[in-house]
């Protein structure tokens, strides 16, 4: 037996696209085959998925996609008080798989049948026990054997190559005809783990349908100067203000030493040191949260009154650029609020932007009433009741309540990422120093583009994802 891989995803892949295993099986063309998938947490005996697939009709090839279920083993991180490098174990996950296949079990025979006692003895290598249940058939439909045509019991056996069933020897015309010996509940072989496919990742990631076709994860595994980071942030043209936050995914590739560079517009570079060597590290990177750095040249901090951009890489021990530079200008428009949204963008990282204008907050009650049997009283012979008493009665009350924010001016790059803040299933409304868990109400949004106008203005509506209690 063999089976040969025909495709197969990237070794570290967006757990929301596609994950295509394609494997062909010299068996494939054998009654009741199947090719059967097992998934695996890597490197261990914990079985997360088993699939039977049965042979694409085309060409007979067996073809799975395993995106639904690694898909439910990735989640998010999201610490806001983390303002350093630290391993989001939420946001990969490792495994492997084990490719096999089975299909029912037939014994070919060619030799000619032989006389044993009364019966026919067939000649094959064989794995049949006496009193075994088995179904036979011959290469001519039992024309010449009409008798050793269909169901039979092995009634003896002499070795592994041979057996006899309870057919008679004298209704046999035809000793050379050939045929197949299976058994009567159709029992199939069972071989797992012919192939393997081992130390695979995926990412809380979800590329467009159009860009997909051209992932590779050797644009993301820092080894050059044009490898990207795990986020849609665009490369320049992103606004920030002073006291914003930024959270980057780096496809770190287990390195033990490296760094995150940090260039200004004053001149002055700082660095910090990425602590985890997983396949992913999650890095604070905002103006208002890159935390402690370590000056490489010039003075100051990394975000002076008079910075207007700055500049973040990956760096390998020896401070060789080995990921492309992500450049943030610093907004310092006045702002009449102060919040912020950070999102879950579509390559697991997480983005936010500035909502400095206006905001307006609105709640809307709504009420559940049933008009209850007020009991009253009885004064001397007559009824009577209070004026307290209630008759339409409220047994639930909900208050929800919305924020209406917006943006100031944004360039076309801020305006396209803000197309992942609008659709991002994941968001958080900063107030000031806290955050809460928010929900994105807008369900449309227009896409703009500098030909119509240069500078664009976002209005969204969010509510709470958890609203206040009340007393009843």
Same mark, same amino acid.
């Given at each position: 037996?063999a089976?040969?891989k025909?495709a197969?995803p990237?070794?570290i892949?967006?757990?929301?696209?596609?994950?295509?295993?394609?494997?062909d099986?010299?068996?494939?063309?054998?009654?009741?085959?199947k090719?059967?998938?097992?998934?695996?947490l890597s490197g261990?005996a914990?079985? &997360?998925g088993e699939?039977?697939?049965f042979p694409?009709?085309?060409d007979?090839?067996?073809?799975?996609?395993l995106?639904? @279920?690694?898909?439910t083993?990735?989640t998010f991180?999201?610490?806001?008080?983390?303002d350093s490098?630290y391993?989001?174990?939420?946001?990969?996950y490792?495994?492997?798989?084990?490719?096999?296949?089975?299909?029912?079990?037939?014994?070919?025979?060619?030799?000619? @049948?032989t006389?044993?006692?009364?019966y026919?003895?067939i000649?094959a $290598?064989h794995a049949?026990?006496?009193?075994?249940q088995?179904s &036979?058939?011959q290469?001519?439909?039992?024309v010449a054997?009409?008798?050793?045509?269909g169901?039979f019991?092995?009634?003896s056996?002499n070795t592994t190559?041979?057996?006899?069933?309870?057919?008679l020897w004298?209704?046999v015309?035809?000793a050379?005809?050939?045929?197949?010996?299976?058994?009567?509940?159709? /029992?199939k072989? !069972?071989?797992r783990?012919i192939?393997?496919e081992t130390?695979?990742?995926?990412?809380?990631?979800?590329?467009p349908w159009?860009?997909f076709?051209?992932?590779?994860? $050797?644009?993301?595994t820092?080894?050059s100067a044009?490898?990207?980071?795990?986020t849609?942030m665009?490369?320049t043209?992103f606004?920030s203000t002073?006291?914003?936050? @930024?959270?980057i995914?780096?496809?770190? =590739?287990?390195y &033990?030493t490296?760094f995150v560079?940090?260039?200004?517009?004053n001149?002055?570079v700082?660095?910090?040191?990425i602590t985890?060597?997983?396949?992913?590290?999650q890095?604070? !990177?905002?103006?208002g =949260?890159?935390?402690?750095?370590t000056t490489?040249?010039?003075?100051g901090?990394l975000?002076?009154?008079?910075t207007t951009?700055?500049?973040?890489y990956?760096?390998?021990?020896?401070?060789?650029?080995?990921?492309?530079?992500y /450049?943030v200008n610093i907004d310092?428009?006045?702002?009449?609020e102060?919040?912020?949204?950070?999102?879950?963008? /579509?390559m697991?990282?997480?983005?936010s932007?500035a909502?400095?204008l206006?905001a307006?907050e609105?709640? $809307?009650s709504?009420?559940?009433?049933?008009n209850?049997?007020?009991?009253?009283?009885?004064?001397?012979t007559t009824?009577?009741y209070?004026t307290?008493?209630y008759?339409?009665s409220t047994?639930s009350?909900?208050?929800e309540?919305? @924020?209406?924010? =917006?943006?100031?001016?944004?360039?076309e790059?801020m305006a396209?990422?803000?197309e992942e803040?609008? $659709?991002?299933?994941?968001t958080?409304?900063?107030d000031?120093?806290?955050y809460v868990?928010?929900?994105?109400?807008?369900?449309s949004?227009?896409?703009?583009k500098?030909?119509n106008k240069k500078?664009?203005?976002?209005?969204?509506?969010?509510?709470?994802?958890?609203? +206040?209690?009340? +007393?009843?």
């Open positions: 037996m089976i040969t025909i197969a990237d070794n892949t967006p757990a929301y696209n596609p994950i295509r295993y394609i494997y099986s010299t068996n494939k063309n054998n009654t009741g085959f090719y059967i998938f097992d998934v695996y261990t914990t079985k &997360i699939y039977r697939v694409r009709y085309s007979g090839y067996g073809d799975i996609d995106s639904k @279920l690694l898909s083993k990735v991180d999201f610490t806001p008080s983390n490098s391993d989001p174990t939420n946001s990969y490792k495994y492997d798989v084990k490719i096999g296949e089975e299909y029912v079990t037939e014994v070919a025979y060619t030799a000619s @049948l006389q044993n006692g009364s026919v003895k000649t $290598t049949f026990q006496v009193g075994d088995v &036979i058939t290469a001519d439909g039992g054997n009409p008798s050793l045509e169901l019991t092995v009634t056996i190559v041979d057996f006899t069933v309870n057919s004298s209704e015309t035809d050379t005809i050939n045929g197949t010996v299976k058994y009567a509940d159709n /029992r072989t !069972v071989t783990a192939a393997t130390d695979n990742y995926v990412f809380n990631g979800a590329l159009i860009d076709r051209s992932y590779v994860f $050797t644009s993301y820092l080894n044009n490898d990207y980071m795990l849609s665009p490369l043209g606004y002073p006291d914003q936050d @930024l959270w995914n780096i496809g770190n =590739n287990e &033990i490296g560079y940090f260039e200004n517009s001149g002055s700082f660095k910090k040191a985890n060597n997983k396949v992913i590290t890095v604070a !990177v905002g103006a =949260n890159y935390g402690t750095l490489v040249s010039g003075s901090t975000v002076e009154s008079d951009y700055y500049d973040f990956f760096t390998k021990d020896d401070g060789t650029q080995w990921s492309k530079k /450049r310092t428009r006045c702002k009449i102060d919040y912020e949204i950070a999102f879950l963008d /579509r697991g990282s997480f983005g932007f909502f400095q206006r307006y609105r709640g $809307t709504t009420k559940q009433n049933y209850r049997h007020i009991t009253g009283s009885v004064s001397g009824w009577t209070a307290t008493d008759g339409l047994f009350s909900n208050v309540k919305t @924020l209406e924010l =917006n943006t100031n001016w944004m360039s790059e396209i990422y803000f803040l609008i $659709t991002s299933p994941v958080y409304l900063k000031g120093s806290n868990a928010c929900i994105v109400t807008d369900s949004f227009e896409v703009e500098q030909r500078l664009f203005k976002k209005t969204i509506t969010i509510k709470y994802a958890n609203q +206040n209690n009340i +007393n009843i």
